[in-house]
């Protein structure tokens, strides 16, 4: 009998320990299939953040190459607004001159036909002997001061100088107008008309003449002298 219980004894713990071996076995193959899978997981994750972070690299280098192409773009819309602006003055200053060229032209060519501005003052009658810019000018000398008998000496003197010719004009030195003055241009203290106006030009002369000589026979003793006044 006690045998038969030994027997039995044994059985049951060689099917328990089998049923337990089994067991262990199948705890043991799944720890074994778990761990891979978290490796590959893991692998995953970490292929994902590089990835991601190579995007994020991209992205940068993309948005700071498309800022320093927004920096060159208006840096050379800033040049080239600059050198149009530059030829737009260059032009404007050429043509400003080109104007003033035909401006001073047509002026000149204006005076030229239209003729001497017309006297329109008194004119005493012991200078009615006298015509033209002559008889304005024995007019403005009585006017100035200076005594009838100085008329003879103004006479010969311009004579010998322009002729009482308004537009007379010296080619070599540039003397101009019925005194001759050096520049011509002197004579705007007298009037800005110097160019057509004979009185105007009558009136510097005068001027002149009584600042440097004192008196036009003086200046006409001074021109036969020298031969200029």
């Known amino acids: 009998m006690k045998r038969l219980w030994s027997r039995l004894g044994v059985r049951v713990l060689s099917v328990g320990l089998l049923v337990a071996g089994l067991g262990g076995g199948v705890y043991l193959g799944q720890n074994r299939e778990v761990q891979p899978q978290n490796v590959s997981a893991q692998a995953v994750i970490v292929a994902e953040q590089d990835e991601l972070q190579l995007l994020k690299t991209r992205h940068a280098d993309h948005a700071a190459a498309r800022a320093h192409r927004a920096v060159a773009e208006e840096t050379a819309a800033v040049e080239a607004a600059r050198e149009a602006k530059a030829a737009a ?117 005068l001027g002149y003449i009584e600042g440097r000589y004192g008196s036009p026979c003086e200046a006409w003793g001074h021109s036969q002298n020298v031969g200029w006044y």
């Open 89 to 205: 003055s260059k032009a404007w200053t050429q043509e400003k001159k080109v104007i003033e060229a035909e401006l001073a032209a047509a002026k000149k060519k204006a005076e030229e036909a239209g003729g001497p501005v017309e006297y329109t003052g008194e004119i005493p009658a012991s200078c009615s002997e006298y015509s033209g810019a002559r008889k304005t000018g024995c007019a403005l000398m009585l006017q100035a001061g200076f005594g009838l008998d100085q008329f003879p000496c103004l006479d010969k003197l311009w004579k010998k100088e322009s002729g009482w010719n308004y537009k007379a004009e010296n080619p070599s030195s540039g003397a101009y107008g019925i005194p001759q003055s050096l520049p011509g241009s002197k004579m705007a203290s007298a009037g800005d008309d110097w160019k057509t106006n004979p009185a105007t030009q009558i009136k510097w002369g």
